[in-house]
């Protein structure tokens, strides 16, 4: 099986695409009116946190609100099952700081958080 790794990270407000990528940085994460794409291609985003301190995970709804997921403990990981186009945002738990912003373009990605 090929596992695909290809999205749009945006990481201090700068947008590119990767075949993985890490967050090490607190970014600003003011959405600026992102919103999802309508989408009929299916993806699974898998979330790994391998920072020292839990992650929140959450959805950006085509209202531009964020709409809480899961918390991820350090180590832990998971699929979310999602569409082309709709934005994620995570967020460190403890002091809602921002980690990453992505917005996933293929069949599966991964987003590993440092």
């Known amino acids: 099986m090929r596992l695909f790794r290809h ?3 945006i990481s ?3 947008a590119g695409t990767a075949s993985s ?3 090490n ?3 600003n ?3 600026g009116g992102i919103r999802p ?3 009929l291609h299916d993806t699974i985003v898998t979330f790994q946190n391998n920072a020292e301190t839990s992650v929140d995970i959450l959805w950006v709804s085509f209202e531009g609100e964020e709409v809480y997921y899961n918390t991820l403990a350090p180590g832990d990981s ?3 099952p999602s569409f082309y186009g709709h934005p994620w945002v995570i967020y460190r738990a403890e002091s809602n700081i921002c980690k990453a912003i992505i917005i996933p373009f293929a069949p599966h990605v991964v987003l590993t958080i440092d």
Do not use: K
Request: glycine share 0%; hydrophobic share 55%.
């Open 78 to 80: 998971y699929d979310q």
């Open 37 to 39: 794409n309508e989408s």
């Open 12 to 14: 201090a407000l700068v």
């Open 7 to 9: 999205f749009l990270l």
């Open 21 to 23: 990528a890490q967050t």
């Open 29 to 31: 994460c003011f959405l």
């Open 25 to 27: 940085a607190a970014i």
